[in-house]
């Protein structure tokens, strides 16, 4: 099956810092990639999608400043958080949607297995 | 406006037990998809079932069988002979042909197999 990775799996960051997420789809490409993040014992929250090649699209309330999306190429999406403050502090999922796979199908989206990320 | 309802935040079940998670959906879309995800503590969100709006029947994978109420509006998770590696929160999700492939996600439920 597709399988998406996530780098790092886990991030300690001082107050202030800038982090950088990678999501690589690893054997498909993916124009559209969606990155969430999940406060503990909370579902998902949308963050913004990232389409290849052209800026991404947030969700109301998400600052684009200070999430930074790059989709560079078809198998790679990043997130930077910048200036990162104690309150950025979550799991942090990207997802990624199969180019071939067509209009229907359950296997649209692949999932990575996340990022925690504590800014001390 | 497109909604999931989970209305059962945890659940307690006895290993070797069936379990029922609740799901239920809002959509003025007549083409539309459910998914079921599994979040163990680890994080990683691992895909369980999919249910498609047009599918005749109820959608089977393994242990896990979907449950497809469509005049109510519910895809309940139907989870057989559970088992100590089911302790996870389960999370229904639903794409419709308007949400630009993203997926609308319930508040998900904590399940607890006791052994």
């Known amino acids: 099956g597709a399988v998406v990775s996530q780098h790092p799996s886990r991030v300690i960051c001082k107050s202030g810092t800038s982090v950088k997420i990678e999501c690589r789809s690893l054997?498909?490409?993916?124009?559209?990639m969606f990155w969430y993040r999940q406060f503990p014992k909370q579902s998902l929250m949308l963050m913004a999608t990232?389409?290849?090649?052209?800026?991404?699209?947030?969700e109301q309330g998400v600052e684009k400043d200070k999430f930074l999306i790059n989709h560079a190429s078809l198998t790679l999406s990043t997130l930077t958080v910048t200036s990162a403050h104690p309150e950025d502090s979550s799991f942090y999922i990207c997802?990624?949607?199969?180019?071939?796979?067509?209009?229907?199908?359950?296997?649209?989206?692949?999932f990575g297995p996340g990022t925690r990320l504590t800014v001390t | 406006a497109q909604k999931i309802t989970q209305t059962q935040p945890g659940m307690f079940v006895q290993e070797k037990e069936a379990v029922t998670l609740d799901c239920t959906y809002d959509?003025?879309?007549?083409?539309?998809?459910l998914f079921w995800y599994k979040q163990p503590s680890s994080g990683e969100m691992i895909f369980l079932i999919y249910?498609?709006?047009?599918d005749q029947q109820n959608a089977t994978e393994g242990r896990y069988s979907l449950n497809f109420q469509k005049a109510r509006k519910s895809a309940n998770l139907v989870i057989s002979a559970s088992q100590l590696g089911d302790s996870a929160m389960y999370f229904c999700?639903?794409?419709?042909?308007?949400?630009?492939?993203?997926?609308?996600w319930g508040a998900g439920t904590k399940l607890i197999i006791k052994p």
């Open positions: 997802s990624a949607r199969d180019l071939s796979s067509g209009e229907g199908g359950a296997w649209e989206q692949y």
């Open positions: 054997d498909f490409q993916a124009t559209t």
């Open positions: 990232s389409n290849e090649g052209s800026k991404a699209t947030y």
């Open positions: 959509t003025s879309d007549p083409s539309y998809g």
């Open positions: 249910q498609g709006s047009y």
């Open positions: 999700a639903m794409r419709t042909m308007d949400s630009n492939y993203q997926l609308i």
